[in-house]
């Protein structure tokens, strides 16, 4: 079947495409289309478009978002795989912002590879056989009598050859197989093998157009600051004329609060003739804020409060068997509490845009996870509609879930609506860390009963932290159940299990920041583990692996199956029954965690000396499924593992009367590379659904640092991070 309609038509328009070859509109979770190069209205919404041209190259629109995740190398090669293309004959391009066009392109949750995977493949298996019906149209020979081979179709009775370029355009006017048949695992080409990023020589020459690399006629630039307290409000500003004064000040502009999600909440910018002048500008005006009510937040004081808050009674989430009775009948009870602090994602790249605002047009171009909610946040502001927002997408230098959220570019738009031309802003660190989102500040409490046998009969788990949902209901008051579900739904499957939730009132903006809340669960769950085996005297795996076995719920026999290999593995790899011949300060600590529907085990090896800790070497067993490309696969570990080091260490952002402490890199110490512990990957062979990756290696990170510096040393960390920075 052939499916044409006016999007399509848009699309090669606006990509320059030339009106010739076969594209696929590639959509998710309905089964790939295909459509003729013109043709009459319809409805289409694909994610991505792989485009064959007459020439043979191959064109994939990537509609997600690259911010260094190997997401636009590792799905269009699945599609080369199925295609039986040659890669080097593969460009792939960043797709704009348009819903219509490709569905949703919001990036994170580690969700892209899960959602697209199968689909994408499908694209290229349809592609092959439309290319393969072309050929035997042509030699008029029947479809079995072809196959296709590293871009061509190869006639199997006289060796004879056409190419991909050569067939392409008659490809387009055959029958769309509905449900083609896919590779087997022993066929695969590209997928699962180490490709290496299909942009990767413009990274490493500089040439790649990150957010802050935009540039164009007549651009502007500009530099902002906010009110340092949340909910605060701008009383004046000073010293106007010494900041306008400046050669190159073109102006200083008042940005009120937009009370959208997303949007800005106020801040006064400098607007100059180039970057460095606006933020020396900024540094002259004398501003002056009420603080509000969050003025007196203070982290210290707010984490004692939830420690108290879940040590406590507090309100029920949900309840499977009867804690109670279990905790009555116990021969012993096992509790502990956990705290952790708030995070700013930090990343390399600053929040950057360049927003040109004219009477009949919006257009923006920005690192960001969501083009989406640029569109949309805008079109409030402007009062049009989303699709009348141009945004183009760039390449992330990191993000992290802090692009999801587009205060930045709309304060650019702000400024280039005010001044009547193209305006780039970069957030300066320090305005970053100290105005941006935040990680929760969170606390948990544990209580568990051992029964006669030394087995977990009883499970009572309390949290406090404000959640995201604050974000968008300000009322909000303490973790939704939705927020601690995961207690309930752990592999662990505790026989009788209870959580509650305590109160926890957001005082800054609460965002997604990689691994979400699985970053506290997984400490609180991992360390607690490790606690239980030292209480009942046995080693942790076996701990782990008798918890597991008494789950008695066989919707979740899959889980405990696959948590139970990972972490065997991960005893394996790292020689855990040989932990007792390390030397006198080292130890060897093990968890395991599940999280955005991988499974993650790591072991972790220190040196500790007094308060000095020293993380020597790390094994990361992961069970995502099929893994797609294992270099970026295995890149993802080792980031996950820096980033883990250093929310278990020292990350920590800290408040003071309503504001935040630090300022950069210097109060908010990252990891170094001169610190980087050897990090061996492992990937269990699975022939389960590709899950994501992105995420699920911070969460067993730090319970499994914590329990190897109580091995090596006999002193156990509950807080993270373990030693925060004097400020």
């Known amino acids: 079947m052939a499916i044409t309609n006016e999007s399509r038509r848009k699309f090669l328009k606006t990509s320059g495409l030339a009106a010739g070859g076969l594209v ?64 080097e004959r ?9 819903e219509e066009l490709y569905g949703s392109q919001a990036t994170g949750g580690s969700a892209s590879i899960r959602k697209m995977y199968i689909p994408m493949r499908e694209a290229g298996a349809v592609a092959k056989l439309m290319l393969i019906a072309a050929a035997a149209k042509v030699w008029n020979v029947p479809v079995t009598e072809c ?49 290496a990023r299909h942009n990767l020589d413009d990274i490493l020459q500089g040439t790649l157009t990150y957010g802050v690399d935009t540039k164009m006629p007549g651009l502007k630039y500009a530099a902002i600051t906010h009110c340092p307290v949340l909910g605060g409000k701008l009383k004046s500003v000073g010293n106007k004329s010494a900041a306008l004064g400046m050669q190159g000040v073109f102006d200083v502009i008042e940005i009120p609060r937009f009370d959208v999600p997303f949007g800005s909440i106020g801040g006064v910018a400098v607007v100059a003739d180039n970057t460095w002048t606006a933020q020396q500008a900024l540094k002259l005006l004398q501003i002056e804020w009420d603080a509000g009510k969050n003025g007196s937040y203070d982290t210290q004081a707010y984490k004692a409060q939830l420690v108290k808050n879940v040590e406590s009674p507090a309100e029920l989430g949900k309840e499977r068997g009867n804690v109670e009775q279990a905790f009555a009948e116990a021969d012993t009870i096992v509790k502990a509490t956990y705290t952790g602090g708030h995070l700013s994602h930090s990343p390399m790249e600053p929040n950057a845009s360049v927003v040109w605002v004219q009477d009949d047009s919006c257009e923006v171009w920005a690192a960001t996870q969501s083009p989406a909610d640029i569109q949309k946040v805008l079109a409030q502001y402007l009062k049009r509609e989303p699709k009348d927002i141009l945004v183009h997408v760039t390449m992330a230098g990191g993000a992290f879930g802090r692009k999801f ?24 660190r320090e305005e970053d860390m100290r105005t941006g ?32 949902t604050s974000l968008f209901n300000p009322s909000t008051d303490r973790a939704r159940k939705g927020d601690i579900a995961e207690v309930l739904n752990h592999p662990f499957g505790i026989k009788n299990v209870r959580s509650e939730t305590g109160e926890a009132i957001a005082h800054t903006r609460i965002g997604w920041y990689r691994a979400v809340y699985a970053i506290f669960y997984g400490f609180a769950f991992g360390t607690f583990a490790d606690e239980l085996a030292h209480k009942v005297k046995k080693d942790t795996v076996t701990m782990l692996n008798d918890i597991y076995d008494n789950n008695q719920n066989k919707k979740k026999a899959e889980q405990v199956m696959r948590s139970k290999r990972a972490l065997a593995l ?83 952002i800290v408040f003071k009367d309503g504001a935040v402490v630090n300022s950069n890199f210097h109060q908010y110490p990252v990891i170094r590379i001169n610190e980087m512990p050897k990090v061996n990957v492992h990937f269990i062979e699975s022939d389960a659904d590709a899950t994501g990756l992105g995420e699920p290696g911070v969460g067993p990170f730090a319970p499994a640092l914590s329990n190897a510096v109580f091995a090596a040393s006999g002193k156990r960390y509950r807080d993270l991070p373990f030693t925060p920075q004097t400020i």
């Open 24 to 87: 696929l509109g590639v959509t998710a979770p309905k089964h790939v289309m295909a459509e003729f190069i013109d043709g009459d209205d319809g409805n289409f919404n694909p994610n991505a478009f792989v485009h064959i041209g007459e020439n043979g190259d191959t064109l994939i629109y990537c509609g997600r978002c690259e911010m260094g995740q190997g997401i636009s190398t590792a799905l269009p090669a699945a599609v080369a795989d199925e295609l039986e293309a040659d890669w």
């Open 405 to 428: 959220k587009c205060d930045y570019v709309h304060e650019a738009a702000v400024l280039s609506q005010a001044v009547k031309a193209p305006v780039q802003l970069i957030w300066s």
């Open 437 to 468: 989102y935040f990680h929760s500040i969170n606390a948990q409490h544990i209580q568990a009963s051992i029964d006669k046998n030394g087995q977990v009969s009883g499970w009572l788990h309390r949290v406090a932290f404000p959640p995201i």
């Open 90 to 98: 593969v460009e792939v391009r960043q797709a704009d912002g348009n």
């Open 147 to 195: 196959v296709a081979e590293n871009h061509f179709v190869i006639n199997q009775i006289n060796q004879q050859k056409l190419s991909y370029g050569e067939l392409a355009s008659l490809a387009a006017t055959m029958d769309v197989p509905e449900k083609p048949k896919l590779k087997e695992k022993s066929e695969y080409k590209y997928i699962g093998k180490g490709l």
């Open 570 to 652: 991960a005893a394996e790899k790292s020689n855990w029954a040989g932990r007792d011949a390390l030397p006198k300060n080292q130890g060897l600590g093990i968890a395991v965690h599940y999280s955005f529907q991988s499974y993650v085990a790591m072991a972790v090896r220190v040196e500790v000396n007094g308060d000095d800790i020293k993380v020597l070497e790390v094994d990361a067993i992961v069970d995502c499924g099929q893994v797609l490309n294992t270099d970026s696969a295995k890149a993802q570990m080792e980031g996950a593992v820096v980033m883990g080091m250093g929310l278990a260490l020292r990350t920590e």
